[in-house]
């Protein structure tokens, strides 16, 4: 049997450049497909930060609602904004390999980092803004909301000095100026640079298809880091930043959570043999929890439910 898979997408320019993606990659191994774009409500409401939204997977539910319903057989998500528990009856159908992980600045000119005046700098995340805080603690961290392309004319716009992205994400619209500099100090969001196509549970078609796009070890690396989170988070977003890579057969971890004003943290790094990664991710978290990450995640639980 065959059929033509539809394709749920958002209508950002990166996320119809992700879905494109994965619709040639289909036709690569023979199934046909059709994109169908549908704007979400993380989309929809810019004017508050994300986290004041107090909602995990804004960027996603829309799609899965369209995918439940039967609108739609697949979706292509970042994998970053999934949120770590997926909904009843959709599952991970494909982790595409792994672009770029980390943040890069966007920035005017890069005198400020030279002088002593505190500098403005943007960003809606607070895992980015708790680790530019912690490193450059006189700085003022900004909001910034909207889709990637909205940033860059906001940063264009606004009297700041610079803006943090996905290298990733600025990639692949080729909007990544020349001179954006690549911030590895700041552990990235779990599974970012990773794209992951989700299906529902019982469409096998479908799963058989997208099953053919998995690159393991990206899966396993997104994995490990998205069991650090969700072991963490208990639902709430919070400054947390994680990295799995997997090299020689072996896979490097580390993992962060940070307090809001980036002052406090508690990390952990770990090498495991690939063959033993499974449970390291939820592992990892637990001994952040006993180390200081539980007293951690409590005020950021307080500070968030303050806002609601
Ligand atoms: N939060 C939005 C988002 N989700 C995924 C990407 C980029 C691609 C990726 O990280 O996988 C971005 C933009 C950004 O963080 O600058």
């Given at each position: 049997m065959s059929k033509i898979i539809r394709i749920g997408t958002r209508d950002s320019e990166l996320a119809l450049w992700q879905a494109t993606t994965v619709q040639q990659r289909l036709a690569e191994i023979g199934y046909d497909s059709t994109l169908i774009p549908i704007k979400s409500a993380g989309d929809q409401?810019?004017?508050?930060p994300l986290y004041e939204l107090?909602?995990?997977?804004i960027f996603t539910k829309t799609l899965d609602v369209a995918m439940l319903k039967g609108q739609v057989d697949i979706a292509v998500h970042?994998?970053?904004?999934?949120?770590t528990q997926l909904p009843?009856?959709?599952?991970?159908g494909a982790v595409l390999e792994r672009a770029v992980t980390h943040d890069i600045l966007v920035h005017k000119g890069l005198d400020f980092l030279e002088n002593d005046s505190p500098s403005t700098i943007a960003t809606g995340s607070l895992r980015r803004k708790a680790q530019w805080l912690n490193k450059y603690p006189n700085d003022r961290v900004v909001d910034l909301r909207g889709n990637v392309n909205t940033r860059l004319l906001k940063l264009i716009e606004n009297d700041w000095q610079g803006a943090i992205f996905a290298k990733a994400g600025l990639e692949r619209i080729k909007l990544?100026?020349?001179d954006a500099v690549l911030l590895d100090w700041i552990i990235p969001?779990?599974?970012?640079g990773a794209m992951l196509v989700v299906a529902l549970e019982n469409d096998d078609f479908t799963r058989t298809a997208v099953?053919?796009?998995?690159?393991k070890e990206s899966e396993l690396a997104t994995g490990v880091e998205r069991d650090f989170l969700r072991t963490l988070e208990g639902g709430c977003t919070a400054p947390i930043g994680a990295l799995a890579r997997c090299e020689n057969e072996k896979l490097h971890f580390e993992g962060v959570v940070f307090s809001l004003d980036g002052k406090q943290k508690v990390e952990i790094k770990k090498t495991v043999p690939l063959k033993s990664a499974d449970g390291l991710g939820t592992m990892c978290a637990n001994e952040v929890l006993k180390n200081g990450g539980q007293q951690l995640m409590e005020s950021i639980r307080n500070a968030n439910s303050a806002l609601h």
């Open positions: 409401v810019l004017d508050k107090g909602i995990t997977g970042s994998m970053k904004d999934v949120p009843q009856g959709i599952v991970q990544l100026p020349k969001a779990p599974a970012q099953e053919k796009l998995n690159h």
